[in-house]
């Protein structure tokens, strides 16, 4: 029932990592359980983990739903925080 | 976060705190909203547990608006929505539990279970939204059961290391010590480790407040939720009532038997969660089971309430000419980490530890009531 965010995939790395981006944040997150991910993809990510792709249309209803809540900015806060 | 963070203070002497802080409010962001717009943006904000979240907004929207799914439609979405619940308790067990005993989290071994709900959705509701307003499913039951024998399989496999009747049957801490020692997941290992340092009945905070009330008084209940009032109507002497995986099994075999509230009973309660959904799930499709969700109306304020995977997930709503007039969501949360509520209870047994271990049991205690929240703990 958590929160989970909408992020870009700006590169891949070893190990089933990546590294998404959003708003120029970036973090470094596991893309372990989802089968197949490319540079470009949108991601939902969920602590630390992309749990699964979204369309770049769902990713900015999304984005935009959370910023109207209020709680865009204290997301990109915490990811901000465990900076990669 | 949506749900606000919790905050953990471990004094010394004085007992430990725990304060939640509701930060955001969602009624202004669906005020003024038709209901089918409502079932969209909820699942859009609440991705990982979109939907108990769409189920709960749709059982209280459609009771505000006068209307009922078909029993069918019914049990299909709480087969979803049960599926759901599957996989959140089996990727929270293969993300964190490993790590409890220092070992890296085992997410890519239980990768298909990402694609159950989306499997599941097909098979009941050919593409069509389950919890749009109005919805009616179109069960394909062969598709349907065939994803459920695949979870059971993984969950035997990944989780258990041995057929879930098997691991149901067994009771006791030694039945669970065998189990240990017989089995290697990471599950059995996570166990086992409670056990290897004495730490099964930690954190024992009694049964006293553990149940909500009766069901039965449903119809009163978004009346005494409203306001800032938040779920304190509902607590008694014991404290505020718990809505957890052990609430809800606490009869099951493998957590009664163990005649404790502790550490332990939490984290098997887990395991008993997911070791009795595929049966559930199969009586659901063959229109036997009951599904584990509520929906009611008083003084034209409907409610939804979903058995989540967390635990009791409620909506509340009022309309206005059809559009959403007041919105409130009562998560589990707001039961389980109240000031009152069993995580303070739980952690108010720790006092007589001392402070590397109380930390590290503070973290044991909310994962094993709550492995999805967002916290901090700090000793004073």
Known sequence: ?84 | MLEGKVEITLGKGAGSSVRHDRTVNISPVLRGRMPAEVITRISSVYGVCANAQSHAAVLALESAMGTVADRETASARALVTAMETLRENVLRIALAWPTFSGNEPEGSSVRPVISYVSRVRQALFAGSDPFAIGAGCMPDREAALAVIDEAEALLADRIFGEPLEAWRARRGLAGLADWCALRGTAAARMVANLNEKNWIHLADAGREAVGLPEAGSVAAWPRLLAGNTGVAPFASQGGVPETTLFSRRLAEGAVESLNSSGLGARFVARLAELACLPAEMRLLLDGQGEPRAMTGSDDGRGIGMVEAARGLLIHTVTLLGGRVDTYRIVSPTDWNFDSRGIAARCLATLDGHDEADRISLAHLVVNAIDPCVAYEVRAA
């Open chain 1, 1 to 84: 029932m958590c929160l989970a965010i909408p992020a870009k995939v700006t590169a891949l790395e070893e190990n089933d990592m990546a590294v998404v981006a959003l708003e120029g944040v970036k973090k470094r997150i596991s893309v372990a359980l989802l089968d197949e991910v490319a540079v470009g993809d949108y991601v939902l990510v969920h602590v630390g983990y992309a749990l699964h792709l979204v369309s770049p249309e769902e990713a900015a209803r999304t984005l935009a739903l959370m910023a109207e809540a209020g709680i865009l900015k204290e997301e990109l806060d915490e990811i901000a925080g465990s900076e990669a």
